[in-house]
């Protein structure tokens, strides 16, 4: 079985620069999750989809994110413009139930360098 | 906002030492995981425990979740060099909430 794939597996822009990431879920797996990772810390979720319905997106910067999740497989996560305080590893993750009560999947990441 | 606590941020071992990472929560949670990262990997899930006073064993790993499930352990006995890693709890506070809040994790190293 596949895991959670991310790419790119790292991206480094110039600021104010838009970059994306893309994530493809295990198979299956309804609930997708999009996690930034700053260095030394938790995971912090930005947003939350069931299916392709954002059912929590109160962590995530609206003025410069957006996420889609359309068909409800595949997702992107967006910066525009990006800041130097976005630099950090931005994990994705699936489970199987919308309660992650058999854990979660964490896909590679992208680690971004925003210089 | 909900938040877990974790302590402590960094724990050096000689190899074949046992270590203990505590992980609190100021109210009540639904349930608790623990994942563990690799230096330069990714989350990895080990586990969930949901009941009060549940004490789950992996091999040399025990992980406990307390009896008013705000708090949980996680216990390695005479560790190896393959341990090495942050370890992370994450709660879970269920009702609306499906979203796992995770600590700041326990970086554990060990010295062969």
């Known amino acids: 079985e596949a895991g959670v794939v991310q790419s790119p597996r790292y991206k480094i822009i110039e600021k104010k620069q838009p970059v994306a990431f893309w994530c493809n879920p295990i198979?299956?797996?309804?609930?997708l999750y999009w996690y930034r990772q700053n260095l030394g810390q938790g995971p912090e979720l930005l947003i939350r989809y069931e299916n392709e319905e954002a059912v929590d997106d109160s962590q995530l910067p609206k003025d410069r994110f957006s996420a889609e999740r359309l068909k409800g497989v595949d997702s992107t996560l967006k910066i525009q413009p990006a800041e130097l305080g976005d630099s950090a590893v931005y994990l994705c993750a699936s489970s199987l139930d919308g309660w992650g009560n058999y854990g979660y999947t964490f896909g590679s990441g992208t680690r971004l360098t925003v210089v | 906002g909900q938040q877990v606590m974790q302590i402590p941020q960094y724990q050096h071992v000689q190899e074949g030492e046992d270590f203990t990472t505590y992980c609190n929560s100021s109210t009540t949670l639904s349930n608790i995981q623990w994942y563990k990262q690799r230096p330069g990997g990714h989350p990895v899930f080990l586990i969930q425990?949901?009941?009060?006073?549940e004490v789950k064993k992996q091999k040399r790993l025990t992980f406990q979740f307390g009896e008013a499930k705000k708090n949980s352990s996680l216990h390695i006995t005479a560790t190896q060099t393959t341990d090495v890693g942050t370890y992370f709890c994450a709660g879970n506070y269920g009702g609306s909430q499906g979203n796992l809040i995770f600590g700041k994790g326990t970086k554990l190293s060990v010295k062969p």
């Open positions: 425990l949901v009941k009060s006073g």
């Open positions: 198979s299956g797996h309804n609930t």
